[in-house]
């Protein structure tokens, strides 16, 4: 089992990456939680388990390297149970899981839901924890409180301070002792790095690749390997009580053609909500529009005004350039504005803030 320290410093050698003391800090945390993971967990009646380690919570800007040394830590965790997923996913897992629990008649739905997920790991590594909606507010608090009592190690990465979190949010004084749970079971780390490794590589690169053919296709498939890296899958996202699938999504980049977003029946709330989970939108096969699909591009524009007021980072082919993707048809002018915003958006300097 290679240290996180070992394969850090074999990437740096290899210029896989850049030597960053804000990221070589981290390595300490990462190590203690590693060692106590490594200790045999003592069974029999009379014998006491170890006190888990506290976990990490590592906050941030955007591209600091937060989700890449969290995978270096979780991939290298040979024969210890660990998994690494998405919090928006593993919450959507939740509430399935909990309206399953319920068909059985029980009493307390978490009780069940947290036993199957702590007998199964010893470690969890969230990705982006953040808490947008208040029945994942109202769940967290003692699914958490649960998966602390059986040891479960969390890892987290998420943009905000423990203290932002479901901040302004309904009845968030009920949540507030989930926040004192997190810096009592957890490290809260700053990742401060001055870097933003994610607009670095995005720097002068193109981001709006025309026309739709095999030569763009190509390079769109390489900027997500570049920007997400690893095994990707599906995001589900709440709206409303609905599901929204984005359905490719790893480290924050999320990946969709045209037909998924804009072909179906979403709307403003849907968008916004996408906006909120992801940093980087990689949109496939943008046609030419007009009195044809006036509906998709309907959906289109919404789609780009959520982007664009929330500042998330937009690579995409499309049929043509901006200004010449709605020539005909109710509309046009309007098209005009969302052309703009689009030339904004290749931008060096557009990223989510």
């Known amino acids: ?9 074999r990437m740096i050698a ?8 804000a990221q070589e800090a981290l390595m300490p945390e990462f190590d203690r939680i590693r060692d106590a993971l490594l200790q045999p967990v003592k069974k029999g009646l009379f014998r006491k388990a170890p006190e888990p380690p506290k976990g990490l919570y590592l906050w941030g800007g955007v591209g600091r390297g937060k989700s890449m040394l969290m995978d270096m830590f979780v991939n290298n965790l040979d024969g210890i149970p660990a998994r690494r997923v998405h919090f928006h996913a593993f919450m959507q897992e939740i509430h399935a899981a909990m309206h399953e629990a319920r068909k059985t008649g029980v009493d307390d739905a978490i009780a069940p839901v947290a036993k199957a997920v702590s007998s199964s790991v010893r470690l969890l590594a969230f990705d982006e924890m953040q808490i947008t909606d208040i029945t994942d507010a109202m769940i967290v608090g003692r699914l958490f409180e649960a998966l602390f009592a059986d040891g479960v ?54 981001s709006y690749f025309t026309p739709v053919n095999a030569e763009s296709r190509e390079a769109m498939n390489a900027v997500w390997k570049d920007l997400a890296g690893g095994e990707a899958g599906p995001l589900t996202l709440r709206v409303k009580g609905r599901d929204v699938i984005l359905p490719m999504f790893r480290n924050g980049v999320g990946r969709a053609r045209f037909h998924a977003l804009c072909g179906q029946p979403l709307g403003a709330a849907d968008y916004l909500a996408i906006a909120e989970a992801v940093k980087v939108l990689m949109l496939d096969d943008i046609p030419s529009l007009g009195r044809t699909n006036f509906n998709e591009a309907k959906r289109f524009v919404t789609l780009i005004d ?21 020539l005909e048809g109710e509309g046009t002018f309007e098209f005009e504005r969302t052309a703009s915003r689009l030339r904004e958006m290749q931008s060096d300097d557009w990223s989510k803030a």
């Open 153 to 206: 190690v969390v890892i987290t990465t998420s943009n905000r301070i423990p203290d932002d979190l479901y901040k302004h949010g309904l009845n968030r004084d009920l949540f507030v002792p989930f926040i004192e749970m997190i810096k009592q079971k957890m490290v809260v780390h700053e990742l401060a790095s001055p870097t933003d490794y994610r607009q670095d590589r995005l720097s002068g690169s193109p």
């Open 1 to 9: 089992m290679t240290n996180l320290r070992t394969q850090y410093d």
């Open 306 to 326: 959520a982007l664009y007021e929330a500042q998330v980072q937009l690579i995409c082919s499309a049929a043509a350039e901006p200004e010449m993707l709605y």
């Open 14 to 21: 290899e210029g896989t990456l850049r030597p960053d003391a």
